[in-house]
């Protein structure tokens, strides 16, 4: 069963743009992290966030986290077309390594 | 740096065969996984290996087997192929500690027919 679930299921955007995807989990966790995977490619990590931050940066990315409503959100700013891709988030349901991945949200900057 | 390599890159194969998927990765981490991807349904974990000599189930799996010989392997086998196994499959490793990422191989397209 899915941990994580991220909404919209897909976003187009203009160059320059931001380009924000949300994410809901079920449970309890220790940390929540997100992935972009290209066509035909495999998922590669893009920042992981513990579940006692609130927010952190990592170049054109913010990733925010609440706990209480027991979401997350990504942000992209600026966004150009080699940012189209499909986002993924997982988290680790408080389980240790295995994390759980949601459907993701596929994103298409156009330009 | 390859870090995980899976083979073969694609595969069509007849229903009932039997079928090993490979990864083999070069950054000795402890922790492998298997995953399959389907259109909708997003990544799902078939087995994963905390450590070499040790396996354990995923959500889906069914069908599957694995074995950990060593820290570098970490091949999947179906024994019996069924189309309802025609999916993308992923290999991944990661740190054992739980605020590592996960490191993914490109994938093994498998059409069972």
């Known amino acids: 069963s899915q941990q994580g679930e991220e909404d919209p299921q897909a976003l187009s955007i203009q160059e320059g743009e931001n380009a924000t995807m949300n994410c809901s989990y079920k449970?309890?966790?220790?940390?929540l992290q997100w992935y972009r995977q290209n066509s035909g490619r495999g998922l590669v990590h893009l920042i992981l966030?513990?579940?006692?931050?609130r927010e952190k940066h990592s170049g054109r990315l913010r990733v925010t986290l609440d706990t209480s409503k027991k979401s997350s959100s990504l942000l992209i700013t600026a966004s150009r077309a080699a940012d189209t891709a499909s986002y993924f988030c997982?988290?680790?349901?408080?389980?240790?390594?295995?994390?759980?991945f949601g459907k993701g949200t596929t994103l298409s900057v156009s330009s | 740096i390859a870090g995980i390599t899976q083979a073969p890159t694609s595969q069509i194969l007849a229903a009932g065969r039997r079928m090993t998927l490979r990864c083999t990765q070069d950054m000795r981490h402890n922790a492998m996984y298997w995953y399959r991807q389907d259109l909708g349904l997003g990544l799902r974990l078939i087995h994963y290996?905390?450590?070499?000599?040790?396996?354990g189930k995923g959500e889906v799996p069914d069908g599957y087997s694995v074995s950990r010989a060593n820290t570098d392997d970490f091949p999947l086998t179906l024994a019996s192929a069924v189309p309802s196994q025609t999916s993308v499959y992923f290999c991944a490793n990661s740190g054992t500690d739980p605020f590592q990422p996960q490191h993914f191989g490109d994938g093994t397209r498998l059409s069972i027919l």
């Open positions: 966030i513990r579940s006692n931050e």
């Open positions: 449970t309890s966790i220790n940390n």
């Open positions: 997982a988290t680790d349901a408080g389980a240790g390594t295995a994390l759980i």
């Open positions: 290996s905390n450590t070499a000599g040790t396996t």
